[in-house]
Every structure is written in C-alpha cells, then in structure tokens.
C-alpha cells in the first residue's frame, strides 16, 4: 500500500490538514495500515510537488495556521489509476513465527507461555475490531451518511476480523499440539 494513495483516498472525502489526516488513519485503517505525522507532512510535500494536491493556508490569531490539502483533477487520476492497477501478494514477515520455527530450542512450557500470550494479544485486537472499530464505523455512517463508502469500509473491516480469528483458532490449535508433544 502506498501511503501516497491513502492521503488521496481520504481527501476525496474533504480537503485537510495533515493533523485531520492523522485523526482519519487513527480512526479508520489503523487496524491494517498506519502512518505516523513525521510521514504524512513529507509525503504531502512530495504529492504537492507532483500536482496531485493544493495547499492553502487559512490563518488563526489563537493558534498556528492551518495548511489544507486540496486533491487535484491530477491527483484523483492518479487514485484512480492506483485502484484500478492489480495488487500484488505481499510476503508475510513476521518474527512471532521465526520463534515458533525455532521452538524446538525451547522447553515445552516455555513454547507454551509464547503462545498463549500470542493468543491474548489476538483475542484481544478481535475484540477491539468486533466492538470499537464496528461501531466508529457506524458513527462515521450516521455524521455523514457516506453508505456506499461505509460498505468497503466494513469490508476491510470484515478481513482483519479474519484474520483475528485465524490466529486465534491457529494459537489454540498450537496450544494444544504442543501439550500432547511427548519428549
């Protein structure tokens, strides 16, 4: 995923600052994608330079400017040629299992205790999906009536549940292999 392209997403939606930007990935996608603001300003400054946004500058007298993106005929051309582009399988990396790879290493308790706090943090990252991201999703859909745009949504929505519970059932399974492992 281009970070370039989820800047563009979200400003089809309303120009904004970087700070409301921020906010949007903190709120919405977190829970597959983050970028953090040392990123996000950067990037904007590129995808300015490329023509793919505007800024403007509204002046406060209590607080420091506001700069606003605007997206550009150019840039939602580009958010177009990017959604419509076939997206590739991305390797999986991650170390959680290098260490079961090399479990054989460890005593059985202690493969164990891995694993089973492997298996709370997912038990617990499902319920945050199933409880808090549900229902900003359906905030969202009741302060701006965005349906069509809420539909997508709660299909990625739907994918991390899946994936939540697929390393659940996956840690208890394990969990209970690694029990009746004799030697």
């Avoid at 829970?31 to 500058?57: C, D, H, R």
């Avoid at 694993?115 to 617990?124: D, I, P, S, T, V």
């Amino acid at each position: 995923m281009s970070l370039k392209h989820a800047l563009l997403g979200f400003l089809t939606y309303q120009p904004m600052t970087g700070y409301d930007l921020k906010q949007h990935f903190d709120r919405s996608i977190y829970y597959f994608w983050n970028a953090n603001l040392s990123q996000i300003y950067p990037t904007l400054s590129k995808m300015k330079g490329e023509g793919w946004l505007t800024m403007e500058v509204e002046l406060q007298d209590d607080r420091p400017n506001r700069k606003v993106y605007h997206i550009t005929t150019s840039g939602r051309e580009e958010l177009q040629r990017w959604l419509q582009a076939p997206a590739d399988v991305v390797p999986v990396r991650d170390a959680f299992l290098i260490k079961i790879f090399f479990g054989g290493q460890l005593d059985k308790e202690e493969s164990l205790s891995q694993l089973r706090h492997h298996l709370a943090l997912h038990q617990e990252q499902l319920a945050d999906y199933q409880e808090t991201v549900m229902g900003r999703i359906q905030h969202d859909i009741e302060g701006t009536g965005m349906e069509r745009e809420a539909f997508f949504w709660e299909l990625t929505l739907d994918r991390g549940i899946k994936y939540e519970q697929g390393w659940v059932e996956w840690c208890q399974e394990t969990i209970a292999k690694i029990e009746a492992l004799t030697g």
